[in-house]
């Protein structure tokens, strides 16, 4: 059984970021290059509950990237622990 995703391409362009819906779910799925993130952080969708990808690079010289998937009730306070804390700089979300 298939699900229906729908993409939002904020800004127009396709490398930009994104917000992704998914049928069924309250939440939302944000996309963004990491100089855009704190602006984003004021967007609406940012109060909801949602998931996020920390992507950067592995610390195994066994692989090039690594990803980080969280899972938040409030996607802005969460990923400003993210920052806070060191976790962003160096690695994008996506």
Do not use: C
């Not at 952080?41 to 996020?52: A, K, N, T, V």
């Amino acid at each position: 059984m298939g699900r229906k995703l729908t993409i939002y391409m904020l800004d127009g362009f396709a490398t930009g970021p994104k917000t992704i819906e998914i049928g069924n779910w309250s939440g939302k799925a944000i996309y963004s290059p990491r100089a855009k993130l704190k602006s984003l952080l004021e967007r609406q969708e940012f109060d909801s509950p949602g998931i996020y990808f920390l992507r950067g690079q592995s610390e195994s010289y066994e692989f090039d990237e690594s990803i980080y998937i969280g899972e938040a009730e409030e996607l802005r306070a969460r990923l400003k622990q993210h920052i806070a804390g060191g976790r962003i700089r160096g690695q994008v979300p996506i």
